[in-house]
Structures are given as C-alpha cells and as structure tokens.
C-alpha cells in the first residue's frame, strides 16, 4: 500500500464525467473537510453514492479547513485525508481544492448530481456555488446530517476523557468574553491574568458589535476576537446568530462564558449546553433592579445603597444562582454615570476574583460530566 496517495486532478474527474455521461451514467459530487472521518460521514456518502453511478469527493485543503475552522484544524493533513476518503467503497475520486467554495471545480467538472449535507436548504447554499450548478445543470441533492455524529461532538468526547485536563484544579480557566460596550471589565480581566491573580486564559472575545471599543480592547490585547452579526434587532439574537456563537465556543474548548455588558439575550444551544458555566456581571444588587438601566433605577428608587452581582446565567434574565456582590453607596447628587462608573470600580475587583475562585465555589468546567 503506497504512503503517499495521489489524489485526482479535476482533468481526471473531467474525463471520468464526460465517460459517465457517454453512458447515459451519472456522476456525483460533494465536498467538504472530512477532517476526523466518522460513521456519520460514511453513511451520508453511500446515500449521496447512490444518487448517481460514481462519486467525485473534493477535499478542502489544509489552508482552507485552517481558513474555515480555524487554527487548531484540520487534525489530519490533505493528504492523509484524501488516502482514506478514497478507501470508502462509496468514493471513486478524491480531488483536494485550496478556495473556500467549490465553485470552480463546479464549473470544472459540471456534476450531473451535487450532494449537500447538513441543515441546508437549495435557497441557503452559497449564491455563487448555486448559479455554477445551475449554470452546469446538476440536479442538487440536500442530504440529513446523521444525528450526533460528528467531528465536533468526537472531538469534544475525546477531551472529555482527558481526565488530567478536565480535573487539574491548577489548570487554567478557558474563558470566552461576549460584550457590546465599552469593555471595562475585559480590560479588567486581561489586567488580572497579566497580574497572575487571575489563572485563566481568554480563548475568545466575541460582540454584535462590530465597532465597540470592546472589540478594539481585545484585538489590541491580540486575543482571538469575533464579531457576531446577531440581526437587526440589538436585544435579541438570530437562530442562525445562536448557532455560530455555539460553534465559536465548541471550537474554542471554552470552560467559562462571561458575560460583560452584552446587550443580546442568549439561548439555545448555548444556555443549555453551558448550563452552570454562563456568568453574567450586574450593575445592582440583585435580585433589586434587573434589567437595563439599574443604576438610574437605583437612583429612581431612593437607594442609599446599590453595587454590583456576578450570577450564574439561566434562561430567565438576571435570575440565575448569585455567586457574590459587593455595595456601593449611593451619593446625594449622583446621576446614573457616575453612580454606574463607581460600580464598574467594584466590578473590576469582583468578576476576576470569582473566576479565579471557580474551581473553589464548586462550579462546572468542560469535560468531565459535561455532555
Ligand atoms: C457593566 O456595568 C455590567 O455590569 C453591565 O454592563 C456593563 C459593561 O461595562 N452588564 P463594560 O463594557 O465592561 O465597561
């Protein structure tokens, strides 16, 4: 068995359509990353196999899955990859491509049949990937993803397993920052790991919004940071927005999600999968003053006292399990900034100390007894 398997060229895949098709045969074409192959991915080949007569599978490259999937990917180099994608018996040629579309290939090749897998819908596939199909006049085939199966979910079940990593109490805390502001407390907590009373490390810093000093603070500080497109409306969150903030922190092996001034309501998958490991910091003293604006509500309500609560985040808003506070005066003649400024002082000092006091405080992390 040669090591170094050649893949196809897109001459080869060429000439083996033009022979099919001089048959009255069809040849399928799919394509994707195909990084940790697995049972789900096997089964959606053989369906996609069985649409025409052979299949062509292009392969992302290596530069390409980094581009998609991030640094950490792929696992398996292209070659290797394409070595045992060509094994399956439902592949009959593998070719590896550098874009992060198919769509030259497409126009290359002209599949009669193109096999999608996943949540997609023909209206949802790339626009120029479609027009190159129909353009070609491939039949396009949408294809269910086999349920729990797949690489993330493998992934995650082999760092699971990892004892050493899930239970070390000295290992340091992976966090992720969400944020819409003025990022405060991200410039706080950056301070706290770079003074060492903060074990933790910030594996990702993610906003809806594009233009927040909160984004700026965080490329500054040369963090890993996103920008989330959440939709039009600034307190609510697309499915589709959901969804990606879920992949961000799968990919990213987050422990901890901090929630500092985020202005988006999160849900599902998120809220469930993190259950426990969600934290939210809120300028009052919980449970008095939920909601935006608490100082002015402070104010409003004739407090001599308000502060700050760092709790766990549920689905119900500023509800969750309080893990600590601390008080602030209110002062006679107080307008809501300057009441809020002397809270985010307290902030500050509060939100990197329970988070290095997460193990201590009994509180979840991933891997062990997380799904
Ligand atoms: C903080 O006051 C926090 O309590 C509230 O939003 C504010 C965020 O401030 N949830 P910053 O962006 O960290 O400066």
Same mark, same amino acid.
């Given at each position: 068995m040669p090591a170094d398997y050649t893949p196809?060229?897109?001459?080869?895949?060429?000439?083996?359509?033009?022979?099919?098709?001089?048959?009255?045969?069809?040849?399928?074409?799919?394509?994707? &990353?195909?990084?940790?192959?697995?049972?789900?991915?096997?089964?959606?080949?053989?369906?996609?196999?069985?649409?025409?007569?052979?299949?062509?599978?292009?392969?992302?490259?290596?530069?390409?899955?980094?581009?998609?999937?991030?640094?950490?990917?792929?696992?398996?180099s292209?070659n290797d990859?394409a070595e045992?994608?060509?094994?399956?018996?439902?592949?009959?040629?593998?070719?590896?491509?550098?874009?992060?579309?198919?769509?030259?290939?497409?126009?290359?090749?002209?599949?009669?049949?193109?096999?999608?897998?996943?949540?997609?819908?023909?209206?949802?596939?790339?626009?120029?990937?479609?027009?190159?199909?129909?353009?070609?006049?491939?039949? #396009?085939?949408?294809?269910?993803?086999?349920?729990?199966?797949?690489?993330?979910?493998?992934?995650?079940?082999?760092?699971?397993?990892? &004892?050493?990593?899930?239970?070390?109490?000295?290992?340091?805390?992976?966090?992720?920052?969400?944020?819409?502001?003025?990022?405060?407390?991200?410039?706080? #907590?950056?301070?706290?790991?770079?003074?060492?009373?903060?074990?933790?490390?910030?594996?990702?810093?993610?906003?809806?919004?594009?233009?927040?000093?909160?984004?700026?603070?965080?490329?500054?500080?040369?963090?890993?940071?996103?920008?989330?497109?959440?939709?039009?409306?600034?307190?609510?969150?697309?499915?589709?927005?959901?969804?990606?903030?879920?992949?961000?922190?799968?990919?990213?092996?987050?422990?901890?999600?901090?929630?500092?001034?985020?202005?988006?309501?999160?849900?599902?998958?998120?809220?469930?999968?993190?259950?426990?490991?969600?934290?939210?910091?809120?300028?009052?003293?919980?449970?008095?003053?939920?909601?935006?604006?608490?100082?002015?509500?402070? #104010?409003?309500?004739?407090?001599?006292?308000?502060?700050?609560?760092?709790?766990?985040?549920?689905?119900? #808003?500023?509800?969750?399990?309080?893990?600590?506070?601390?008080?602030?005066?209110?002062?006679?003649?107080?307008?809501?900034?300057?009441?809020?400024?002397?809270?985010?002082?307290?902030?500050?000092?509060?939100?990197?100390?329970?988070?290095?006091?997460?193990?201590?405080?009994?509180?979840?992390?991933?891997?062990?007894?997380?799904?």
């Amino acid at each position: 068995m040669p090591a170094d398997y050649t893949p196809a060229t897109i001459a080869d895949v060429r000439r083996l359509r033009d022979t099919l098709d001089q048959q009255g045969k069809k040849l399928v074409f799919t394509n994707g &990353c195909f990084d940790l192959l697995h049972a789900g991915h096997v089964r959606y080949l053989e369906q996609a196999r069985a649409l025409g007569d052979a299949m062509v599978v292009a392969l992302n490259s290596d530069a390409s899955v980094r581009a998609l999937k991030g640094p950490d990917r792929p696992l398996n180099s292209q070659n290797d990859r394409a070595e045992v994608m060509a094994a399956l018996r439902a592949v009959d040629a593998v070719v590896i491509f550098d874009d992060a579309r198919a769509t030259a290939l497409i126009e290359a090749i002209r599949p009669h049949v193109y096999a999608k897998g996943g949540d997609y819908t023909v209206e949802s596939l790339n626009r120029e990937e479609r027009s190159a199909l129909e353009a070609a006049g491939s039949q #396009i085939s949408i294809l269910p993803l086999v349920p729990g199966r797949s690489t993330t979910s493998t992934i995650n079940k082999m760092l699971a397993t990892d &004892c050493t990593l899930a239970s070390n109490a000295n290992a340091r805390l992976r966090l992720a920052v969400l944020g819409s502001g003025a990022g405060s407390n991200l410039r706080a #907590i950056i301070s706290a790991i770079q003074a060492g009373t903060l074990n933790a490390e910030i594996a990702i810093a993610l906003s809806d919004q594009s233009e927040s000093s909160f984004l700026q603070i965080a490329r500054e500080a040369g963090l890993s940071a996103l920008f989330v497109d959440g939709g039009a409306n600034p307190r609510k969150f697309s499915d589709a927005a959901q969804k990606e903030i879920f992949e961000h922190l799968e990919r990213a092996r987050v422990d901890v999600v901090v929630l500092i001034g985020f202005m988006r309501i999160l849900k599902d998958p998120v809220i469930s999968a993190y259950a426990g490991r969600i934290v939210n910091v809120h300028p009052s003293l919980l449970p008095k003053h939920k909601g935006a604006n608490a100082p002015q509500l402070a #104010i409003d309500a004739g407090d001599s006292e308000t502060g700050c609560t760092v709790h766990l985040v549920t689905a119900e #808003i500023d509800a969750g399990r309080i893990l600590a506070q601390a008080a602030v005066p209110v002062n006679a003649g107080d307008t809501a900034e300057k009441l809020h400024a002397r809270i985010k002082t307290e902030e500050h000092k509060l939100l990197p100390k329970v988070l290095n006091e997460w193990r201590e405080l009994g509180l979840p992390v991933r891997g062990a007894g997380q799904p």
